[in-house]
C-alpha cells in the first residue's frame, strides 16, 4: 500500500451566477497551476448558467514534483465532495450560503474567499414591500463555516476598477496567500489570458489588498449639512423636543411635507402630530414607537405623489444630476430623458378643484372624451424644451393643491387614519402602532394604489373584530403581511377566513 | 452562428503525431473522431453535447481538408438516420445528441438501424444530461441499448480514455455490425485535460465512392421476413463478436488490491468518484492504487459473463456502483452469478442510493458502508463516525443558520430578452379574460413556467406545446394557449403540432417565439435565423410555413416589446370567431445573441468617432413607492431592488442596473399596465454630431434658467 495522507490534491470550488466570469477564474487558475508545476483539472456544471441561474466549477490541482507522478497521473475528481475542500470562492453572499448549505465549506479544511455583494433573487425582487434576506445571517453562516473567512464587496471593487468580479476574487485569491504561486504567477496567468488585461490586473490587485487587509469598513455616510430655512427654523426647534428615535423622523417629515408643499403645510403637520405625541406619552410604554411610526406615515401620507408631485420631482436640476450619475454619463456625451407617463382621467380629476373634479368624474362625454384621450401612456422628452415646460406647467399647478379633489379625499383619509390610533391607544397602545403602520398598505398609482386602498379598508373595517381579540396588534401585523404577499389577495383572503374561527368561537 | 466562438480552440484539431492536446473532453471526442478517419459528423445540439456541434461548425476548414461532411441535422431523428450511410457503404460515422430526449426522438431510426446492422463503424455520442445541472427528465440511455442491442461504452472520465473509447469503438461497431453509443456524464464533457494525440486520418473510402457506386443489401433492410433473421443474428453472432472484442482488446480494466476477497465493479465513467471515496476512507492513493481490486466496465453493454466470473473468482462480496434506475447492471449480474452457480453477495443499490447523481459525497458513503459491512478491518480504527465533534457541531450550526436565508435560483429570461414581454402581455390578459390552459414546450420560453410569470401547465417534448394541447379542443368558453420555440417548430412543432391542429380542425391559440437561433441551446442557426449564413440555408419565413400547412389567422408580430400590441393581438386570437388554430409569431431577435453581435461593433463605431446612441432605463427613487408590480411583470435581471434612500420608508425602492440594455420593455410594461411614472428612458449620445451639440446647448440654455428659478424658490422655502 504506498497511500500517503499528504499527497492529495488541492481542490477549489467555485460558485457564481452564469455571466460573472466564473469560467474565465476558473480558466486562470488552472493556467496558474501548470506554469506552477502543478497537473490541473477542471470542470464544471454551467446547466442553464448563462439564462441566469447558479453555476458552479470545480478545479483540482496535484503537484508534478516527486518520482512517483512521473510516471503516473493522478486520478483527479470531478465533484467536491463535502469536507474535502481546501478553497471554496462565492461570488456572491447568497452562493456563499448556498455553498454553506451544500456543505462545502467546513470549520477544518476551507478558505472561504466570498464577495459580499448581494444579487436579489427572484423572491426578494417580486416582494410586495421587503423581501430581503438577512445578509447578517448569511455572514455570520459563512464565518462561522469556514476555516478561515476573507469576505469584501468584490463587485464594488471590480466596478471601481471597471473590471469584472472575476478578476477580483483571483486576486483575493492570490492576497489569502493559500495557494503556494507567488503574486506575480498569478498576474501572468492573466497577461496570458489577453483579455481587457490592464483592467483585470487593476481588478486583480484591489481584490488582493482586500484579502491582505481584510474587508474595508463601512464608511458611514456623511450626515447631510443641516441647512434648515429660516421658515423651518421654529418647527425643528419644535420637532427636537421629542426625544429619539421620533425626533429624525419629525424633523425628516418637516422638511417632507415644506418641500411637498409649504411651511404652512408642515405646521399643519406638526400640529397633527401634537396628539399623537401626546397619546404616546400618555398610554405608551416609553418606547416613543407610536409617534415614530406615525410621524414616519404621516408625513408619507400628506406628501401623496400627485401628477404636480411627479412633474416637481422629475424637473428638478438634483435630478438631473442624478440620472447623469446614474447611467454613468460620460465626458463628451450627451444625455436625453424620456418620461413614462400615464395620466388617466381619475389623475386629472384629483388635479382639479375639488367640485370640478368631482363633476367630471360623474360626468357622461367629458369623461369618455377625456378618457379615449387618455388611453394611451405618453412618453415625455423632460430634456427637450417643450418637454420641460409641460412639466414645469404641471408642477405650477403646486398652489392650486388645497383646493384640489385629490387633496380633500386624502386629508380625509389621514383624518381617519389618525382618530382610530387616538381611539385605540388609550385601551391598546401595541394595536395603534399596528393602525398606523398599516397605512403603508396604501402606497403607489393607479390599480396598485387602489389595490392598497381596497385592503386597507378591509383591515380597518375588521378593526372592532381585531381589537376584542387578545393578540389583536399581532393579528392586525399579521393581516397586514397577507396583504402584501401577492397581487391577487389570496393571502390576505386566507388569513382572514383563519382567523374567522377564533373570533367565532369567542363570541 | 453560435453563442460561443471556437475558432481558436479548433486549431487544436490539427494536432499531429505525438503532440500534446489541452483542451474540454467534448474538444477531445471531435480530435478522436479525425484520429479514427471519420467520413461524415451529425448531430442536434443540447446541453452538454452542444460545444460538439459548435466546434464542428467553427472546423469546417479543417473538416473539407480532410473529407468530412458535418450536418446540424433537423432533430435527433435525422441525425440516426443519417448512419444510414454506414449500413451498406464501410463509411465511418458519428452523430451526436444529449439524452435521454434526444435518444427517445431518434429511436425510430435507431432501432431500425441496429436490425439491419451496419457495415462502416456507427457511433453515437451520447451527452448523459442527469444529475446536477441537468435540464430534462432522470433517465438512463442504458435501457436504449439494452431494448436495440447497441453497445454502450462508458469510458472513464479523462481524456485518453475518453479518446481511445471513440477509436476502438469504430471497430467494435465494425466487427459486431452493430451501432455502439458513447456516453459522456455533463462533467466529463466539460472536463479540461490532456492527452498525446494522433495524425489526423483521411477516410479510405469516401462519401462520394458511395454516391458514384452505389449498392443495395435487402438482407439489410428492416423489413419481414429479414427482421426474424436479424434478431437471431443480433444474439447469435454479433452479440459474441462484440464481446470477443472488448475482451480481447481489453476494454474494461482489472486493477487488482490486496483485500482480494472483496472488490468493486463500476462504470467507468464514475471510476474517479469511486477512487475519490476510496482515497477518501483511506484505501486507495492519489494515484487509483486500491487497496480493494476494481473491475472497471469501460463497456456497459454487453456485460462480458467470464470477466464477471472470474473477477467473482474467491470473492465474498462485489458492490457495484451503478448510477440511476433501474439497476440494470446489477440485475444482470445477478443473473450471471446464479447461471454460472457463484456465491459472492451483490451489493449496489442496498449500500447507494436507487436514485440520483452518483457525486464524490454520495458514493463516499457508499463505499464506507460496503467496507463496514464485509472488511471493517480495513477501515481506520479511530473514526468515532457516531460522536459530534466541536467542529461538525459549527458545521451543522452554519448551514441551519443559512438554510432560511438561501433561496433557489433557477434560471430566467436573459437581460431585455423578447421573449419576456410575451408572457408579460399574457399576464395582462389574464386580467382581462381571465386564466388560460397553457401548454408550454421547450426551450428558453420554458422559465415562464418560473416566478415572476408562473405560466404553463405541462411540458411533453420539444417542439410538442402544440400537440400537448391537442385533447382540450372542444367547444368552451375558453380556448387553450400553447407555446413553441423556432427551434421546436422546425425540429417538429411544424407538424406534430400546426399541421395536426388544421387536420383536427382545432380553434387553439399558438404562440412561436421566433427568437433567431435555437438559443437555449447556445444561440445555434435554425432555418428561420435571420441572417444569411454560407454553409446553411437560413432566413425562411414561419408565418410561411404555417400557411403552408393550412394555417389562415397568423399574425407575426416584429417588435415583442410591444406590449400593449402583444396583449391585443393574443386578446384578439383568443376571441376571434374564425375557425381553425390562431397562430402567432412573436418574432425579436435573442438579446444574448444580438449584444454578442452588435457590442463589438457598437464599440468600434464609438472608437472610430461615429454617432453611438445607448438607451438605458432608470427608475426615480423618489417617486417609486416600493410596490414592484413592474419587476412581477418582467423579472429583468438588470430591474432589481436598492435599499430606500428615503429615510422615511422601508421597502427598498426598484433599481435599473447598468446592464440594461434598453429594450424598452419597462416602459412599455408601465403604460400599458398603468403602473407608475418613475420610469425613465435615458439616451446617451456618443460622438455627438454639430446639430446635437446645438440643440443640447439650447436646451441647457432654457431649462437651466428655468432650474435656476426653482432653485431659488426651493432655497427660499
Same mark, same amino acid.
Given at each position: 500500500?504506498?497511500?500517503?495522507?499528504?499527497?492529495?490534491?488541492?481542490?477549489?470550488?467555485?460558485?457564481?451566477?452564469?455571466?460573472?466570469?466564473?469560467?474565465?477564474?476558473?480558466?486562470?487558475?488552472?493556467?496558474?497551476?501548470?506554469?506552477?508545476?502543478?497537473?490541473?483539472?477542471?470542470?464544471?456544471?454551467?446547466?442553464?448558467?448563462?439564462?441566469?441561474?447558479?453555476?458552479?466549477?470545480?478545479?483540482?490541482?496535484?503537484?508534478?514534483?516527486?518520482?512517483?507522478?512521473?510516471?503516473?497521473?493522478?486520478?483527479?475528481?470531478?465533484?467536491?465532495?463535502?469536507?474535502?475542500?481546501?478553497?471554496?470562492?462565492?461570488?456572491?453572499?447568497?452562493?456563499?450560503?448556498?455553498?454553506?448549505?451544500?456543505?462545502?465549506?467546513?470549520?477544518?479544511?476551507?478558505?472561504?474567499?466570498?464577495?459580499?455583494?448581494?444579487?436579489?433573487?427572484?423572491?426578494?425582487?417580486?416582494?410586495?414591500?421587503?423581501?430581503?434576506?438577512?445578509?447578517?445571517?448569511?455572514?455570520?453562516?459563512?464565518?462561522?463555516?469556514?476555516?478561515?473567512?476573507?469576505?469584501?464587496?468584490?463587485?464594488?471593487?471590480?466596478?471601481?476598477?471597471?473590471?469584472?468580479?472575476?478578476?477580483?476574487?483571483?486576486?483575493?485569491?492570490?492576497?489569502?496567500?493559500?495557494?503556494?504561486?507567488?503574486?506575480?504567477?498569478?498576474?501572468?496567468?492573466?497577461?496570458?489570458?489577453?483579455?481587457?488585461?490592464?483592467?483585470?490586473?487593476?481588478?486583480?490587485?484591489?481584490?488582493?489588498?482586500?484579502?491582505?487587509?481584510?474587508?474595508?469598513?463601512?464608511?458611514?455616510?456623511?450626515?447631510?449639512?443641516?441647512?434648515?430655512?429660516?421658515?423651518?427654523?421654529?418647527?425643528?426647534?419644535?420637532?427636537?423636543?421629542?426625544?429619539?428615535?421620533?425626533?429624525?423622523?419629525?424633523?425628516?417629515?418637516?422638511?417632507?411635507?415644506?418641500?411637498?408643499?409649504?411651511?404652512?403645510?408642515?405646521?399643519?403637520?406638526?400640529?397633527?402630530?401634537?396628539?399623537?405625541?401626546?397619546?404616546?406619552? %400618555?398610554?405608551?410604554?416609553?418606547?416613543?414607537?407610536?409617534?415614530?411610526?406615525?410621524?414616519?406615515?404621516?408625513?408619507?401620507?400628506?406628501?401623496?405623489?400627485?401628477?404636480?408631485?411627479?412633474?416637481?420631482?422629475?424637473?428638478?436640476?438634483?435630478?438631473?444630476?442624478?440620472?447623469?450619475?446614474?447611467?454613468?454619463?460620460?465626458?463628451?456625451?450627451?444625455?436625453?430623458?424620456?418620461?413614462?407617463?400615464?395620466?388617466?382621467?381619475?389623475?386629472?380629476?384629483?388635479?382639479?378643484?375639488?367640485?370640478?373634479?368631482?363633476?367630471?368624474?360623474?360626468?357622461?362625454?367629458?369623461?369618455?372624451?377625456?378618457?379615449?384621450?387618455?388611453?394611451?401612456?405618453?412618453?415625455?422628452?423632460?430634456?427637450?424644451?417643450?418637454?420641460?415646460?409641460?412639466?414645469?406647467? $404641471?408642477?405650477?399647478?403646486?398652489?392650486?393643491?388645497?383646493?384640489?379633489?385629490?387633496?380633500?379625499?386624502?386629508?380625509?383619509?389621514?383624518?381617519?387614519?389618525?382618530?382610530?390610533?387616538?381611539?385605540?391607544?388609550?385601551?391598546?397602545?401595541?394595536?395603534? $402602532?399596528?393602525?398606523?403602520?398599516?397605512?403603508?398598505?396604501?402606497?403607489?398609482?393607479?390599480?396598485?394604489?387602489?389595490?392598497?386602498?381596497?385592503?386597507?379598508?378591509?383591515?380597518?373595517?375588521?378593526?372592532?373584530?381585531?381589537?376584542?381579540?387578545?393578540?389583536?396588534?399581532?393579528?392586525?401585523?399579521?393581516?397586514?403581511?397577507?396583504?402584501?404577499?401577492?397581487?391577487?389577495?389570496?393571502?390576505?383572503?386566507?388569513?382572514?377566513?383563519?382567523?374567522?374561527?377564533?373570533?367565532?368561537?369567542?363570541? | 452562428?453560435?453563442?460561443?466562438?471556437?475558432?481558436?480552440?479548433?486549431?487544436?484539431?490539427?494536432?499531429?503525431?505525438?503532440?500534446?492536446?489541452? !483542451?474540454?473532453?467534448?474538444?477531445?471526442?471531435?480530435?478522436?473522431?479525425?484520429?479514427?478517419?471519420?467520413?461524415?459528423?451529425?448531430?442536434?445540439?443540447?446541453?452538454?453535447?452542444?460545444?460538439?456541434?459548435?466546434?464542428?461548425?467553427?472546423?469546417?476548414?479543417?473538416?473539407?481538408?480532410?473529407?468530412?461532411?458535418?450536418?446540424?441535422?433537423?432533430?435527433?431523428?435525422?441525425?440516426?438516420?443519417?448512419?444510414?450511410?454506414?449500413?451498406?457503404?464501410?463509411?465511418?460515422?458519428?452523430?451526436?445528441?444529449?439524452?435521454?430526449?434526444?435518444?427517445?426522438?431518434?429511436?425510430?431510426?435507431?432501432?431500425?438501424?441496429?436490425?439491419?446492422?451496419?457495415?462502416?463503424?456507427?457511433?453515437?455520442?451520447? !451527452?448523459?444530461?442527469?444529475?446536477?445541472?441537468?435540464?430534462?427528465?432522470?433517465?438512463?440511455?442504458?435501457?436504449?441499448?439494452?431494448?436495440?442491442?447497441?453497445?454502450?461504452?462508458?469510458?472513464?472520465?479523462?481524456?485518453?480514455?475518453?479518446?481511445?473509447?471513440?477509436?476502438?469503438?469504430?471497430?467494435?461497431?465494425?466487427?459486431?455490425?452493430?451501432?455502439?453509443?458513447?456516453?459522456?456524464?455533463?462533467?466529463?464533457?466539460?472536463?479540461?485535460? %490532456?492527452?498525446?494525440?494522433?495524425?489526423?486520418?483521411?477516410?479510405?473510402?469516401?462519401?462520394?465512392?458511395?454516391?458514384?457506386?452505389?449498392?443495395?443489401?435487402?438482407?439489410?433492410?428492416?423489413?419481414?421476413?429479414?427482421?426474424?433473421?436479424?434478431?437471431?443474428?443480433?444474439?447469435?453472432?454479433?452479440?459474441?463478436?462484440?464481446?470477443?472484442?472488448?475482451?480481447?482488446?481489453?476494454?474494461?480494466?482489472?486493477?487488482?488490491?490486496?483485500?482480494?476477497?472483496?472488490?468493486?465493479?463500476?462504470?467507468?465513467?464514475?471510476?474517479?468518484?469511486?477512487?475519490?471515496?476510496?482515497?477518501?476512507?483511506?484505501?486507495?492513493?492519489?494515484?487509483?492504487?486500491?487497496?480493494?481490486?476494481?473491475?472497471?466496465?469501460?463497456?456497459?453493454?454487453?456485460?462480458?459473463?467470464?470477466?464477471?466470473?472470474?473477477?467473482?473468482?474467491?470473492?465474498?462480496?462485489?458492490?457495484?456502483?451503478?448510477?440511476?434506475?433501474?439497476?440494470?447492471?446489477?440485475?444482470?449480474?445477478?443473473?450471471?452469478?446464479?447461471?454460472?452457480?457463484?456465491?459472492?453477495?451483490?451489493?449496489?443499490?442496498?449500500?447507494?442510493?436507487?436514485?440520483?447523481?452518483?457525486?464524490?459525497?454520495?458514493?463516499?458513503?457508499?463505499?464506507?458502508?460496503?467496507?463496514?459491512?464485509?472488511?471493517?478491518?480495513?477501515?481506520?480504527?479511530?473514526?468515532?463516525?457516531?460522536?459530534?465533534?466541536?467542529?461538525?457541531?459549527?458545521?451543522?450550526?452554519?448551514?441551519?443558520?443559512?438554510?432560511?436565508?438561501?433561496?433557489?435560483?433557477?434560471?430566467?429570461?436573459?437581460?431585455?430578452?423578447?421573449?419576456?414581454?410575451?408572457?408579460?402581455?399574457?399576464?395582462?390578459?389574464?386580467?382581462?379574460?381571465?386564466?388560460?390552459?397553457?401548454?408550454?414546450?421547450?426551450?428558453?420560453?420554458?422559465?415562464?413556467?418560473?416566478?415572476?410569470?408562473? $405560466?404553463?401547465?405541462?411540458?411533453?417534448?420539444?417542439?410538442?406545446?402544440?400537440?400537448?394541447?391537442?385533447?382540450?379542443?372542444?367547444?368552451?368558453?375558453?380556448?387553450?394557449?400553447?407555446?413553441?420555440?423556432?427551434?421546436?417548430?422546425?425540429?417538429?412543432?411544424?407538424?406534430?403540432?400546426?399541421?395536426?391542429?388544421?387536420?383536427?380542425?382545432?380553434?387553439?391559440?399558438?404562440?412561436?417565439?421566433?427568437?433567431?437561433?435555437?438559443?437555449?441551446?447556445?444561440?445555434?442557426?435554425?432555418?428561420?435565423?435571420?441572417?444569411?449564413?454560407?454553409?446553411?440555408?437560413?432566413?425562411?419565413?414561419?408565418?410561411?410555413?404555417?400557411?403552408?400547412?393550412?394555417?389562415?389567422?397568423?399574425?407575426?408580430?416584429?417588435?415583442?416589446?410591444?406590449?400593449?400590441?402583444?396583449?391585443?393581438?393574443?386578446?384578439?386570437?383568443?376571441?376571434?370567431?374564425?375557425?381553425?388554430?390562431? $397562430?402567432?409569431?412573436?418574432?425579436?431577435?435573442?438579446?444574448?445573441?444580438?449584444?454578442?453581435?452588435?457590442?463589438?461593433?457598437?464599440?468600434?463605431?464609438?472608437?472610430?468617432?461615429?454617432?453611438?446612441?445607448?438607451?438605458?432605463?432608470?427608475?426615480?427613487?423618489?417617486?417609486?413607492?416600493?410596490?414592484?408590480?413592474?419587476?412581477?411583470?418582467?423579472?429583468?435581471?438588470?430591474?432589481?431592488?436598492?435599499?430606500?434612500?428615503?429615510?422615511?420608508?422601508?421597502?427598498?425602492?426598484?433599481?435599473?442596473?447598468?446592464?440594461?440594455?434598453?429594450?424598452?420593455?419597462?416602459?412599455?410594461?408601465?403604460?400599458?399596465?398603468?403602473?407608475?411614472?418613475?420610469?425613465?428612458?435615458?439616451?446617451?449620445?456618443?460622438?455627438?454630431?454639430?446639430?446635437?451639440?446645438?440643440?443640447?446647448?439650447?436646451?441647457?440654455?432654457?431649462?437651466?434658467?428655468?432650474?435656476?428659478?426653482?432653485?431659488?424658490?426651493?432655497?427660499?422655502?
Amino acid at each position: 500500500m504506498t497511500a500517503s495522507p499528504e499527497r492529495r490534491p488541492i481542490t477549489i470550488a467555485i460558485l457564481a451566477m452564469g455571466g460573472e466570469g466564473g469560467g474565465v477564474l476558473a480558466e486562470w487558475i488552472v493556467d496558474l497551476a501548470e506554469r506552477g508545476g502543478y497537473i490541473a483539472q477542471m470542470t464544471s456544471v454551467p446547466g442553464v448558467a448563462q439564462r441566469t441561474g447558479a453555476t458552479n466549477y470545480y478545479v483540482e490541482l496535484f503537484p508534478k514534483t516527486g518520482g512517483q507522478s512521473n510516471l503516473r497521473a493522478p486520478v483527479l475528481g470531478l465533484t467536491p465532495v463535502p469536507g474535502d475542500v481546501d478553497i471554496v470562492i462565492a461570488s456572491e453572499l447568497m452562493e456563499a450560503g448556498r455553498a454553506v448549505q451544500r456543505g462545502l465549506v467546513t470549520p477544518d479544511r476551507t478558505t472561504f474567499i466570498v464577495s459580499t455583494n448581494r444579487v436579489f433573487s427572484m423572491t426578494e425582487r417580486i416582494a410586495l414591500a421587503d423581501g430581503r434576506v438577512d445578509s447578517s445571517v448569511l455572514l455570520e453562516g459563512c464565518r462561522v463555516a469556514a476555516k478561515r473567512l476573507i469576505h469584501g464587496d468584490m463587485a464594488q471593487l471590480a466596478e471601481a476598477t471597471g473590471s469584472v468580479i472575476s478578476a477580483v476574487l483571483f486576486g483575493a485569491l492570490a492576497g489569502s496567500k493559500v495557494l503556494p504561486m507567488q503574486r506575480m504567477a498569478f498576474e501572468a496567468a492573466i497577461h496570458r489570458g489577453g483579455v481587457g488585461v490592464k483592467e483585470s490586473i487593476a481588478a486583480f490587485a484591489a481584490g488582493f489588498a482586500a484579502a491582505e487587509s481584510g474587508p474595508a469598513p463601512v464608511k458611514a455616510p456623511a450626515p447631510a449639512a443641516e441647512n434648515v430655512s429660516a421658515s423651518l427654523a421654529p418647527l425643528m426647534a419644535e420637532a427636537d423636543a421629542y426625544a429619539e428615535p421620533a425626533r429624525t423622523f419629525v424633523r425628516a417629515g418637516i422638511e417632507r411635507t415644506a418641500d411637498y408643499q409649504d411651511a404652512a403645510y408642515a405646521r399643519q403637520y406638526l400640529d397633527r402630530l401634537k396628539a399623537v405625541a401626546d397619546a404616546d406619552r %400618555r398610554y405608551g410604554d416609553g418606547s416613543g414607537l407610536l409617534l415614530t411610526e406615525t410621524a414616519r406615515e404621516l408625513a408619507l401620507g400628506m406628501s401623496y405623489e400627485d401628477t404636480v408631485r411627479v412633474a416637481e420631482l422629475k424637473i428638478r436640476p438634483s435630478r438631473f444630476e442624478r440620472v447623469r450619475q446614474e447611467v454613468q454619463l460620460a465626458d463628451g456625451q450627451i444625455l436625453e430623458i424620456a418620461e413614462f407617463l400615464h395620466p388617466r382621467v381619475e389623475e386629472i380629476a384629483d388635479t382639479l378643484p375639488a367640485g370640478l373634479g368631482r363633476w367630471l368624474l360623474n360626468s357622461g362625454w367629458p369623461r369618455r372624451l377625456l378618457a379615449r384621450f387618455t388611453q394611451k401612456g405618453m412618453v415625455l422628452k423632460t430634456s427637450t424644451v417643450r418637454g420641460f415646460l409641460m412639466l414645469y406647467m $404641471v408642477a405650477a399647478l403646486k398652489p392650486t393643491r388645497r383646493r384640489s379633489l385629490r387633496f380633500q379625499t386624502e386629508q380625509a383619509f389621514l383624518e381617519d387614519w389618525q382618530r382610530r390610533i387616538l381611539a385605540i391607544a388609550p385601551a391598546n397602545y401595541a394595536l395603534a $402602532v399596528e393602525i398606523a403602520l398599516t397605512r403603508t398598505l396604501v402606497k403607489g398609482y393607479s390599480d396598485t394604489h387602489e389595490r392598497g386602498r381596497e385592503r386597507y379598508a378591509t383591515l380597518m373595517q375588521m378593526l372592532p373584530q381585531i381589537a376584542e381579540r387578545p393578540d389583536a396588534a399581532a393579528t392586525l401585523a399579521r393581516l397586514r403581511k397577507a396583504a402584501l404577499a401577492d397581487d391577487t389577495g389570496a393571502a390576505l383572503t386566507a388569513a382572514i377566513r383563519e382567523m374567522r374561527p377564533l373570533s367565532q368561537a369567542a363570541e | 452562428m453560435a453563442e460561443r466562438s471556437f475558432k481558436e480552440e479548433v486549431q487544436k484539431l490539427k494536432l499531429g503525431e505525438g503532440e500534446e492536446f489541452h !483542451g474540454e473532453g467534448i474538444l477531445a471526442v471531435t480530435k478522436a473522431l479525425l484520429q479514427s478517419g471519420v467520413s461524415y459528423v451529425a448531430g442536434y445540439q443540447g446541453a452538454p453535447i452542444s460545444h460538439l456541434m459548435d466546434v464542428l461548425a467553427d472546423a469546417s476548414e479543417i473538416l473539407e481538408g480532410l473529407g468530412v461532411h458535418f450536418e446540424n441535422s433537423a432533430s435527433e431523428a435525422t441525425a440516426a438516420a443519417t448512419l444510414a450511410a454506414s449500413v451498406n457503404y464501410p463509411l465511418r460515422g458519428a452523430i451526436t445528441f444529449k439524452s435521454t430526449v434526444g435518444t427517445n426522438v431518434a429511436s425510430d431510426a435507431l432501432a431500425n438501424l441496429a436490425s439491419g446492422g451496419v457495415t462502416g463503424g456507427a457511433l453515437i455520442i451520447i !451527452g448523459e444530461d442527469y444529475g446536477e445541472g441537468s435540464s430534462i427528465m432522470q433517465e438512463r440511455v442504458h435501457a436504449f441499448a439494452m431494448k436495440s442491442q447497441m453497445w454502450l461504452l462508458d469510458p472513464r472520465p479523462n481524456l485518453p480514455s475518453i479518446v481511445r473509447a471513440v477509436e476502438t469503438a469504430f471497430e467494435l461497431s465494425e466487427v459486431s455490425n452493430t451501432p455502439v453509443m458513447m456516453m459522456m456524464r455533463i462533467r466529463a464533457c466539460h472536463v479540461y485535460g %490532456r492527452f498525446t494525440t494522433k495524425a489526423n486520418k483521411r477516410p479510405e473510402f469516401g462519401l462520394t465512392d458511395a454516391l458514384e457506386n452505389p449498392r443495395r443489401d435487402l438482407s439489410r433492410i428492416a423489413m419481414p421476413p429479414m427482421t426474424y433473421v436479424h434478431e437471431k443474428d443480433k444474439w447469435e453472432k454479433r452479440w459474441p463478436a462484440a464481446v470477443k472484442y472488448v475482451e480481447d482488446q481489453r476494454l474494461n480494466e482489472f486493477f487488482d488490491g490486496e483485500a482480494n476477497d472483496i472488490g468493486i465493479v463500476v462504470q467507468g465513467g464514475l471510476y474517479n468518484s469511486t477512487i475519490r471515496a476510496l482515497m477518501l476512507n483511506g484505501l486507495a492513493d492519489a494515484f487509483g492504487e486500491s487497496k480493494v481490486p476494481l473491475y472497471v466496465m469501460n463497456v456497459t453493454y454487453p456485460l462480458v459473463d467470464k470477466e464477471f466470473v472470474r473477477f467473482c473468482a474467491g470473492k465474498k462480496a462485489i458492490l457495484i456502483v451503478e448510477e440511476g434506475q433501474p439497476d440494470y447492471i446489477e440485475q444482470a449480474v445477478n443473473t450471471i452469478l446464479r447461471r454460472a452457480d457463484i456465491q459472492t453477495r451483490i451489493h449496489g443499490k442496498d449500500m447507494l442510493p436507487m436514485a440520483g447523481e452518483y457525486t464524490g459525497a454520495v458514493v463516499r458513503a457508499g463505499v464506507a458502508k460496503f467496507i463496514e459491512k464485509t472488511r471493517p478491518d480495513l477501515l481506520p480504527a479511530a473514526l468515532p463516525a457516531a460522536e459530534v465533534t466541536p467542529l461538525k457541531q459549527r458545521e451543522v450550526t452554519a448551514a441551519k443558520a443559512v438554510d432560511s436565508q438561501v433561496h433557489g435560483r433557477p434560471p430566467s429570461f436573459c437581460t431585455g430578452c423578447p421573449e419576456r414581454p410575451i408572457f408579460a402581455a399574457m399576464k395582462l390578459v389574464e386580467r382581462e379574460l381571465g386564466s388560460h390552459h397553457v401548454s408550454a414546450d421547450i426551450g428558453c420560453h420554458l422559465f415562464s413556467i418560473f416566478p415572476p410569470f408562473n $405560466v404553463g401547465a405541462t411540458t411533453m417534448g420539444y417542439g410538442l406545446g402544440a400537440a400537448g394541447a391537442s385533447a382540450l379542443n372542444v367547444r368552451a368558453g375558453k380556448r387553450a394557449i400553447a407555446m413553441m420555440g423556432d427551434g421546436g417548430f422546425w425540429h417538429n412543432g411544424l407538424t406534430s403540432g400546426v399541421g395536426n391542429a388544421v387536420f383536427n380542425k382545432s380553434d387553439n391559440v399558438l404562440i412561436i417565439v421566433d427568437n433567431g437561433y435555437s438559443a437555449a441551446t447556445g444561440g445555434q442557426d435554425i432555418p428561420s435565423s435571420f441572417h444569411a449564413n454560407a454553409s446553411r440555408g437560413t432566413q425562411n419565413s414561419i408565418e410561411k410555413a404555417v400557411r403552408g400547412v393550412g394555417v389562415t389567422w397568423a399574425k407575426t408580430i416584429n417588435h415583442t416589446y410591444d406590449v400593449a400590441l402583444m396583449r391585443d393581438t393574443l386578446k384578439e386570437a383568443l376571441t376571434t370567431k374564425e375557425p381553425g388554430p390562431k $397562430v402567432i409569431i412573436a418574432h425579436s431577435e435573442c438579446m444574448l445573441n444580438k449584444q454578442r453581435r452588435i457590442r463589438p461593433l457598437l464599440r468600434k463605431a464609438a472608437q472610430q468617432g461615429q454617432r453611438v446612441v445607448r438607451e438605458r432605463f432608470g427608475v426615480d427613487a423618489d417617486t417609486c413607492t416600493g410596490d414592484h408590480s413592474c419587476i412581477r411583470l418582467s423579472g429583468c435581471p438588470s430591474l432589481t431592488i436598492a435599499p430606500n434612500p428615503d429615510p422615511l420608508r422601508r421597502e427598498p425602492v426598484t433599481k435599473v442596473i447598468n446592464s440594461c440594455v434598453g429594450c424598452g420593455l419597462c416602459g412599455e410594461v408601465s403604460h400599458a399596465a398603468v403602473l407608475c411614472p418613475s420610469f425613465y428612458r435615458a439616451s446617451l449620445i456618443t460622438n455627438p454630431t454639430g446639430w446635437d451639440k446645438f440643440k443640447a446647448r439650447l436646451r441647457a440654455a432654457v431649462i437651466g434658467f428655468f432650474q435656476r428659478r426653482i432653485e431659488r424658490k426651493l432655497a427660499a422655502a
